[in-house]
């Protein structure tokens, strides 16, 4: 169990918490606000890839300053959590509504409306969350570059998920003013900014999940498939032995290696 989960979660993932996603706590003016602008604002999303270079050139000491600063921030704030398939679907079979967006970093990175974030819900036909992102004047979600909402029922927002665990998609839950949660989306270290500030910056841009991976070297074929989808490079290739194996310092628990093993030699604990 981590932190969040002692302060948020009462003693079982924080993410199961119902009352983390209640219509009460979207009551909150200033939530309101806060959702409309991380979703809205594009153009101060623009400004992060060009950030992440001067953030390297820095002397340690105020990385560090940095770092502790930004944990700070994204805790209060837009705190971002990786968690494997099953968690997703035990969510969704507590949403009432599930909508897809359009992601606002792929917006930035790609210049794209590409669909991988998934607003939840446990209000009636979206609640207060889909009456919010269409109060959003002005916003992406609403403008001439956007398609608009997607009601998706649960199947279908479980299907759209399998497909984007195939595609090797990270996903990630995320707050807004934690402990609210607003969204679930999928991530992949080219496009999503929060990985790349992680992974390729060692920015606290999202924690790691609750789980890590392991490898059965009795199943392992050393086929090295899972090598090929782990975004974070956790899985590493003994030669001597022939088989794969995990850094258990660097896996941030998505699941996705263990779910393109045909060997089932992959397991999350
Ligand atoms: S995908 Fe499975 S069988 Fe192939 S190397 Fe990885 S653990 Fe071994
Ligand atoms: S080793 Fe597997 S579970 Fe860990 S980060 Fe890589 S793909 Fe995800």
Not at 12 to 22: G, I, K, L, M
Not at 126 to 142: A, T
Not at 176 to 189: A, E, K, S, V
Request: include cysteine; hydrophobic fraction near 35%.
């Amino acid at each position: 169990m981590c932190q969040f989960c002692v302060q948020h979660g009462e003693g079982q993932r924080w993410y199961f918490d119902a009352r983390n996603y209640s219509e009460d706590l979207l009551s909150d003016l200033r939530r309101r606000k806060v959702i409309r602008h991380m979703l809205g604002n594009v153009d101060e999303l623009r400004k992060v890839p060009e950030q992440l270079p001067a953030y390297d050139r820095l002397p340690s000491f105020l990385q560090w300053f940095f770092r502790w600063q930004m944990r700070r921030k994204l805790r209060r704030d837009h705190f971002g959590q990786v968690l494997p398939l099953e968690d997703v679907e035990r969510i969704f079979q507590m949403a009432t509504s599930i909508v897809r967006i359009p992601c606002v970093c792929r917006k930035v990175t790609t210049g794209e409306e590409k669909r991988f974030c998934y607003g939840i819900s446990m209000g009636p036909a979206g609640g207060k969350f889909v009456e919010i992102l269409q109060g959003g004047g002005g916003s992406f979600l609403l403008g001439p570059d956007c398609r608009g909402f997607e009601t998706l029922t649960r199947e279908e927002a479980l299907q759209a998920f399998r497909q984007h665990e195939r595609q090797g998609l990270c996903h990630s839950v995320w707050t807004f003013l934690t402990p609210f949660i607003g969204g679930i989306c999928n991530c992949d270290r080219a496009d999503c900014l929060a990985l790349k500030s992680a992974i390729s910056h060692g920015l606290p841009a999202i924690e790691k999940g609750h789980g890590r991976a392991s490898v059965n070297l009795q199943e392992c074929t050393g086929c090295r498939r899972c090598m090929e989808v782990c975004q974070f490079g956790a899985v590493f290739y003994s030669a001597g032995r022939k088989k794969a194996g995990i850094d258990a310092s660097k896996c941030y628990g998505c699941g996705i290696c263990r779910s393109v093993c045909e060997k089932n030699a992959i397991a999350l604990s």
